[in-house]
């Protein structure tokens, strides 16, 4: 089994930076995909960014340029820094990733939510 424990989320200013953690535990034999999605207020869970273990990268759209995955492999954790934040920003935040407990059987595997405030 996997765990995934989420932290970095607060309240920061507009232009502000931040950065989230996602640490991964348990029984991994690999992490295969590293994933951040946010849930802004009173709207739906969308894909943020993703990391796979080959080093190819996604960006929305929205934070291209301003948003970066990266991952430290022998922490089993990966990071997503945020610059230049705006209001639109503001969203509880989640970590995915796809691991194997096995070489022979890998799923994905849910973090709970940090909030990230963008506000004076």
């Known amino acids: 089994q996997v765990q995934l424990v989420v932290s970095g989320g607060g309240l920061v200013q507009p232009g502000g930076s931040l950065r989230l953690s996602c640490a991964a535990s348990?029984?991994?034999?690999?992490?295969?995909?590293m994933d951040w999605y946010r849930q802004p207020p009173a709207n739906e869970r969308v894909l943020v960014a993703t990391?796979?273990?080959?080093?190819?990268?996604y960006y929305a759209d929205s934070v291209k340029g301003r948003f970066t995955i990266s991952r430290d492999s022998a922490k089993n954790t990966h990071y997503l820094q945020m610059n230049s934040l705006k209001p639109e920003d503001t969203a509880v935040y989640y970590c995915?990733?796809?691991?194997?407990?096995?070489?022979?059987?890998?799923?994905?595997?849910w973090g709970k939510g940090t909030l990230v405030t963008v506000s004076l």
């Open positions: 348990g029984s991994i034999f690999a992490i295969y995909t």
């Open positions: 990391l796979t273990s080959g080093g190819s990268t």
């Open positions: 995915r990733v796809i691991a194997g407990i096995t070489s022979n059987y890998r799923r994905d595997y």
